[in-house]
């Protein structure tokens, strides 16, 4: 684990629930171990023993995962992981067609489509799980960003890329922008992606911290897929450390929405 209160907080019959964390060491900007961190307490706060397993390129790839989480890197970050990515796409497939919920955030969102094409006119292939693709461009979309979600309601977070991402017919948008120049490619209004329980996104590491309803979506999955059933085990303690939490999360998606792009 990247922390050590999860396990404070957990009862003796606490069950596990394995992550897994793609390439934290080049895939991890703006804020995105905050999404790691979020899963790591509600998960203990619900009842469950979260297992973090960081994986770098040529690590051991764990027994067992219930949840990915991925972050956002440059185009230096995903040329380093590229070789060993495609040598676990089979497994990151078959764990999605398995209903596993699975985070990946700008520039794994990006490698999770068919492929991303940078400025300088290199391909990078993905791995297919998002029916997508990506072009580099020269116009950086950077700031605030607010979405309406027909599964989450509305979306908090920050975006900051210059990749346009283009959905096939196999994908659904995550949610809606109401103005040009923001979200997947500043055009069509759409932000991120759905495909089974994988959702890929723009927005960084304040996604999960201010939107507990997209955390608790991968956790209750992430719970199914282990368990069969998500059932907290919690003492009043948890209950009331999750509200508070959960009442911190709401005044910061207010703050976000009031500040300028």
């Excluded at 957990?10 to 171990?33: C, E, F, H, K, Q």
């Excluded at 309406?148 to 977070?157: E, L, M, N, Y």
């Excluded at 282990?226 to 059932?231: D, I, K, L, P, S």
Aim: with cysteine; charged share 25%; net charge negative.
């Amino acid at each position: 684990m990247i922390s050590d209160h999860a396990t404070d907080a957990t009862s003796p019959s606490a069950r596990p629930i394995d992550v897994l964390w793609l390439y934290p060491r080049d895939m991890n900007i703006y804020g995105d171990t905050g999404n790691v961190l979020t899963i790591e307490r509600r998960l203990a706060l619900y009842g469950y023993e979260p297992r973090i397993h960081a994986y770098n390129q040529n690590d051991a790839w764990p027994d067992h995962v219930d949840m990915v989480l991925g972050g956002g890197g440059q185009d230096t970050g995903q040329k380093k992981i590229g070789e060993d990515f495609q040598r676990r796409a089979d497994a990151l497939r078959d764990l999605a067609a398995n209903d596993v919920p699975m985070l990946v955030i700008c520039g794994l969102y990006q490698l999770f489509g068919s492929y991303f094409e940078t400025q300088d006119g290199v391909k990078i292939e993905g791995i297919g799980i998002i029916d997508a693709y990506t072009v580099g461009r020269d116009v950086r979309m950077i700031g605030n960003l607010m979405e309406t979600s027909d599964d989450f309601g509305p979306i908090v977070g920050y975006e900051n890329h210059s990749g346009q991402t283009f959905l096939g017919e196999h994908a659904q948008p995550l949610g809606f922008v109401e103005s040009d120049g923001m979200g997947n490619n500043g055009q069509d209004h759409t932000e991120g992606a759905r495909v089974h329980n994988v959702i890929g996104t723009y927005m960084h590491g304040s996604l999960l911290p201010k939107n507990p309803v997209v955390a608790d979506f991968l956790i209750h999955k992430a719970a199914e897929h282990r368990y069969g059933a998500f059932e907290p085990q919690q003492s009043q303690a948890l209950r009331d450390e999750l509200v508070r939490i959960d009442a911190d999360a709401t005044h910061a998606r207010e703050v976000a929405m009031q500040r300028p792009r």
